[in-house]
């Protein structure tokens, strides 16, 4: 099982980054596939999840800014991040929740800048 995450990087306030994260090694549909974020000295966060009918969960903090989506038949699942705030900044991992078990990603960082 791996999941390999790429897109995140430095970008100015306001500005936009779209996060991916390919799954492999997984041999049923996976459920819920999504995205958590941890900041210096915070807790780590969900911040949106999608399920594998199209479901979406957000943080309210990033409703109407960020929106997940997935595709099944690549078992990728995207963030487009928009209007990107300097709250924003922290390190994002991919999340798969696959029957009972739950699988992470190593983590990528994005930084908002002013």
């Known amino acids: 099982v791996q999941l390999v995450e790429s897109g995140g990087g430095l970008v100015q306030a306001g500005g936009s980054l779209r996060l991916s994260c390919q799954a492999s090694?997984?041999?049923?549909?996976?459920?819920?596939m999504g995205w958590y974020r941890q900041a210096p000295g915070k807790q780590r966060e969900l911040v949106a999840d999608?399920?594998?009918?199209?479901?979406?969960n957000y943080v309210d903090s990033v409703k109407g800014r960020f929106t997940i989506s997935r595709d099944n038949a690549k078992n990728t699942v995207y963030l487009q991040m928009n209007n990107l705030k300097l709250e924003d900044t922290a390190v994002y991992y991919c999340?798969?929740?696959?029957?009972?078990?739950?699988?992470w990603g190593q983590g990528i960082q994005v930084t908002v800048s002013s």
């Open positions: 999340n798969v929740r696959y029957g009972r078990d739950e699988y």
């Open positions: 090694g997984f041999i049923f549909s996976i459920n819920v």
């Open positions: 999608i399920t594998r009918g199209g479901s979406t």
